[in-house]
């Protein structure tokens, strides 16, 4: 909790959220217009977010389930009421909504359906309804637009980049904790890491680069094949894992005494200068034959060569995105 409390992210967020809010109701009540001030404010709430993509998003469901369920709620009132009228208005919104693809929407089309069936004031009211709760959600998704791109934008190229090197070191180390679990290199002192950490940092790339390629399709996220690059740490963050819990399944120090080019090499794969060069990988004959000097499973080894030479070659397609974007128009 205090971390959060503490988080320059969420004091942002709630800062922005607090001044959409604030502009909303002060906008509402200056021009005497919107009768139900709620529904600006509901409007903030369920549209503000990060960027101002997913904002885009939201305010896009949310005008559209306001839209849908108002009309047809109001079509079915003409002829029952109650639980009933609910029912069969439930029975054509969910369909319809799926079938126009706006089943983001949902949540807000119930809310609308339920206070026109189920509040007594809003029974009465006639066509003009649909027309003014949309203009009043309009307001709150407007103030909602303008707040996000205008406070604290987030440069979602920067913030890529970041995670693209974060996921550097995360896996470089990785890779180091391999190299010391096969060579014994550590000083006794292993490194165990646990892959929480690099699978958050791959969601919010991936995150990050959705809402990039959304909200500019031809800019420099795509030239720079982010798209690719997100893909291709998905794979390399499973194939070093798979390397590592294979690993560790043989002798701490198994191969010390063996000259392998391809593990000292391990920690610098991901380095940027490294060109994302590797020595050979040994020839599987060879490796049988080192699984019998050493006395441990041929099959380990085989398996660890595997993984390992599907990591290489991920790491060598990141290195090819990363170059050839640079070089595109």
Request: glycine residues 6%; positive net charge.
């Amino acid at each position: 909790m205090l971390d959060f409390v503490l988080s320059a992210r969420a004091l942002k967020a709630a800062i922005k959220y607090g001044i959409a809010a604030m502009a909303a109701a002060a906008i509402s009540v200056a021009t005497n217009q919107v009768e139900f001030i709620w529904y600006p404010l509901l409007a903030v709430v369920m549209c503000m977010d990060e960027t101002e993509t997913r904002v885009l998003a939201a305010s896009r469901a949310r005008v559209c389930g306001t839209i849908a369920g108002g009309l047809v709620a109001f079509l079915v009132h003409l002829l029952m009421g109650g639980w009933i009228g609910i029912t069969v208005t439930m029975l054509i919104v969910v369909p319809l909504l799926r079938l126009l693809g706006w089943g983001a929407g949902m949540a807000t089309a119930i809310v609308v359906v339920s206070l026109l069936f189920l509040v007594a004031d809003y029974n009465s009211l006639d066509w003009f309804y649909v027309l003014n709760r949309t203009v009043d959600t309009l307001l709150g998704v407007v103030v909602s637009i303008l707040v996000s791109a205008l406070i604290w934008p987030v440069n979602r190229l920067a913030e890529i980049r970041a995670l693209d090197s974060q996921l550097r070191s995360e896996i470089g180390s990785r890779l180091e904790a391999i190299q010391q679990l096969l060579k014994g290199s550590g000083g006794g002192a292993i490194v165990k890491l646990v892959p929480v950490k690099s699978r958050r940092l791959i969601l919010q790339l991936g995150k990050l680069v959705s809402d990039e390629l959304s909200a500019n399709p031809l800019g420099l996220g795509l030239k720079q094949r982010w798209r690719q690059r997100s893909i291709l740490w998905e794979r390399i963050n499973h194939h070093s894992i798979q390397v590592q819990r294979l690993a560790e399944l043989l002798p701490e120090g198994v191969m010390a005494h063996v000259s392998t080019p391809w593990i000292e090499n391990l920690p610098s794969l991901l380095h940027p200068s490294a060109g994302s060069e590797c020595s050979p990988l040994p020839q599987r004959q060879s490796l049988v034959r080192l699984a019998d000097q050493l006395r441990i499973s041929p099959l380990l080894l085989l398996s660890l060569d595997d993984e390992l030479q599907r990591l290489v070659k991920s790491i060598h397609s990141l290195g090819l995105a990363g170059s050839t974007s640079l070089a595109r128009p």
